[in-house]
């Protein structure tokens, strides 16, 4: 299984587990690794990148969208 491909899996699998209402992040990392058979290393890994993705994400929504004047008077 590729690496890229393997990540996918395993960030589905969180995102399931997570949508559950599971939420004891051992508990998580546990149930995947149970039902993928991948190392506990590498779910932990996974899961450090799918915060990071989320907390960019979150960062763009929060961040203020600059005003588009929409009038040439605004503009000046």
Do not use: F, H
């Amino acid at each position: 299984m590729s690496r890229t491909n393997q990540s996918t899996i395993i960030k589905e699998a969180i995102n399931s587990y997570l949508d559950k209402g599971v939420t004891d992040k051992q508990d998580i990392y546990t149930k995947v690794v149970d039902e993928l058979g991948v190392p506990r290393p590498t779910v932990r890994r996974v899961a450090r990148d799918l915060r990071t993705e989320l907390l960019q994400k979150i960062q763009i929504l929060q961040s203020d969208m600059p005003k588009v004047s929409s009038t040439p008077e605004e503009a000046e």
